[in-house]
């Protein structure tokens, strides 16, 4: 199972970027923050219905496998299917290759990266992350810990 925990990671690290590529490509500049917003809110809706939905089968066992277990791999094969559908149908839209070779050649900012604050705000932000995502992720556990049923 650890071969569908990697995949797993490997094709949802691919989800955000294409959601919020997609989003760029198709909507008109005047809507995109509010579809940026609605996009965020379903993933939002998303993860706590999965978080709901895994810690209530965790325990349980389907076919000789413990819940969690089919749920890792629910998730693996939807993440590993979500680029090869996008790709399928989506039809991507005609860029302007000149003015996006402009656009690349300004994107890098060598400048800001030889500021040592720079680097400062990137540390404090990678630090600063760490025990989010980690609430994020055992809060449930710790919940459960304490006493309180999966359901």
């Known amino acids: 199972f650890m071969a569908f925990r990697t995949g797993a990671s490997v094709f949802m690290s691919l989800v955000p970027p294409t959601t919020q590529s997609m989003v760029a490509d198709i909507v008109p500049s005047e809507t995109r923050g509010s579809v940026f917003g609605k996009v965020a809110f379903v993933s939002s809706l998303g993860t706590l219905f999965g978080q709901f939905v895994s810690t209530a089968v965790a325990e349980e066992i389907f076919l000789g496998v413990r819940g969690w277990r089919w749920c890792l791999l629910f998730v693996a094969a939807l993440s590993m299917a979500f680029p090869f559908v996008m790709s399928s149908a989506m039809v991507e839209p005609r860029r302007n290759t000149q003015a996006l070779e402009k656009q690349q ?14 680097w400062l705000l990137v540390l ?3 630090f600063g992350t ?5 609430f994020g992720m055992f809060s449930v556990l710790w919940l459960e810990l304490i006493g309180y049923s999966p359901l």
């Open 124 to 126: 404090q932000g990678i």
């Open 130 to 134: 760490v025990p989010w995502r980690a």
């Open 105 to 118: 050649k300004q994107a890098v900012d060598c400048v800001s990266l030889k500021v040592p604050t720079f």
